[in-house]
DNA sequence: GCCGTATAATTTTTT
DNA sequence: ATTATACGGC
């Protein structure tokens, strides 16, 4: 590997001790440098024990362990994300932080739900704070290392405040439930290192040799992290390029890079300025679009490749045209001799790939998404797995709210609430109220029976815990009742539904051959951290599509990048700072720079948003780029404005509905009512879900009885006393 | 009290 | 267009 390399790249992967930052341009063989490295110090006789290889992604973590594993045979070096990285660590010393070692890791969906629950227990007006926004303000203090306290006593403004008390009450609820978020996996991994200089020690001297890739990209907190783990043996390989930076709205910070110098004084920096990627024409569109930022330090980047071919640009009328014009490009391309897995198309939202997956369906080209919709945050597949964190985790509050009336059994919002309500006045989980274990709560015989067999349900798949993961999946989806219920209440999705779920089993399958000694809480910590099924395969011959954000680190001879607009890249969320406009043009930098041979870039003149069209103006990157490298390309055919050749989404059939409607049962009235429905008006009330109230009214209509009430906190409503359950104040 | 339907609100990128 | 919430029916 050395015989072919530059100078410059020799002298990164013969570094041996000491810090060394490698500064490397887009597509100058970097993680190629990092592996030979790596293998090279194999070689040279350290213990693969002795490393540790960070990287941006999981999938990126198992690419570069393979690309290892092939030139010095299989090895147990650590090669992981951040995040894995602190899961594992934490849950070695889990005992040492207060938590014990099957802790639940929850993605940013539960996150967003636990924090949700929490403000409704608060009773918190929804009107100053959204949940999204207010998990956006705690990850944000999170990632500052500020706790609660400290804060809320820098909180400014109604706002921070309102979202200081739920932090507070966010991280009491986590911690009860023995739950981790993602970022608390680095919070509380920095903490374990900080505070126990015997963990410190021990993970500090094992890793002789530590490098991480994607440097420009990690946040404070995760430098300080590889900081602690360095600080022993002091061999820190860093690898990064400030130009693709495009990660700070998740706390990546540069500063990183200017404080590695600082903080590991005679670092060695090594600087990679040449592409081996790209031709002359896309690296000079890209370098001249680059050299647009402002807060940039100029740096080069050249290559002996050949001139290569212009870059297409091509004009669609909307995102519809543009999706047909992608397709036929692929079609020249092919028929230019390219493979199909040569090509990519890239776009800045996921919501942008439906139509360019519609019009390659349509012309029946093969095509891999990678990423979108993520397979493990898709409904049923959420449901399922919040089955089986119960079986690890009674006290999982986002999934037990989850899935206890799902599919439904009767149990609703207050019942719900009730149960809540008794298990944190009683101290108890979730899990054993249902399970009847309350002293204080009461509830109807029927919901009190929905409850213990949604009880019995967890206690079944944990019976069968132990055999392999697959299989507790299998029992989950028949004992839940899942399987019954998508097989009674078909749809169009159905057949979505019944697929994902095979290949969540699948998945298990996969895992469980993998990792034989991992069980179910190996699988859950792989689901929380993964997000997608490692399913995209660089050799089916398939045309990729995936965000910009994904396509970091990858290459591919042809490259579409699509949706070149004002509003869309850069994108309207981030017009309004010209920093954020900064790091759109770095995005749109690092998809151009993915190209080998060939690059398109795409934009359309409207393009529906939200359901409705609205009509876009080109990027102004485009101007950004030469244009003796650009060559235009307007659509060879054109229709009328508005007309949809062929759309098939929003259709309906109202035709089935009357024969449906025979076959369901009649709805069953309770079987049992509260004997006591005899108020009147001027009596005090309280209801289990709005409190203390005042009776207005009482009045028959029809089997029922509809009381008028004023609640002293919900103000009036209407209740239905035969269902309201009603206890009797006095005065 | 729960459930189905009508209405309103919402759109970035990912560990 | 899709998804969360509000409302009314039983």
Redesign the pocket.
Known sequence: MLENATPAQAAAIEHRDGPLMILAGAGSGKTLAITARIARLIGQGVKPYNILAIT????AASEMRERVEALVGKTDAWIS????MCARILRAHADKIGFTRDFTIY??DDTRACI?SVMEEMRLG?TTL???GCAEIISTAKRKMLPPEQFAAGAFGPIEKAAAKVYAKYEQALHSKNCMD??DLLLFAHRLLNERPDVLRKYAERFKYISVDEFQDTNSLQYMLARQLACKHKNICVVGDPDQT??T??GATLRNVFDFERDFPGAKVVLLEQNFRSTKKILRAASSLISHNEERKEKRLVTNNPEGENIILLEADDELAEAEHIVRLVREFRDEGFALHDVAVLY????QSRPIEEALLQEGVPYALV?AV?FYRRKEIKDILAYLRLVVNPADIVSFMRVV?IP?????????GKISDAASREGITLADVAAGKSKSASF?PK?AQAMKEFADVIEKIRAVQGKPVAEMAMEAVRLSGYQADIEKNKDERTEDRIANIDQLINAAAEYDRGEPQGGLQGFLEHVA?V??VDQWDEKADKVTL?????SKGLEFPVVIVSGLEEGLLP?I??MERSGDTEEERR?CFVGMTRAMKRLVLTYANRR?????YADRLPSRFLSEIPSDVLSMRRPLTTRPPGGRMFRT??RRDYGDDEFADKTQEP?Q??ELLPSDIRFKPGERVR???FGAGKILSVQKR???THARIFFDEAGERT??LE???LERLED
Do not use: C
Not at 348 to 351: E, K, L
Not at 546 to 550: A, G, I, K, R, V
């Open positions: 941006f992604t999981n999938k994300t951040f995040h894995a993605d940013s949700k929804l959204s949940p999204r993602f970022d495009i990660y709205w998740r800045r939202v996921n919501a990423g993520e009336n439904p059994r009767g149990i609703g919002a207050v019942t719900v109807f919901q951290l997000s997608d995936m965000t910009l954000h994904s994108h969320l981030t995005l529906a948003a939200a359901g409705r989404a929003g709805a009235s309770p209801h289990g879900h029809g089997k029922l209740v239905v269902y309201a359950n």
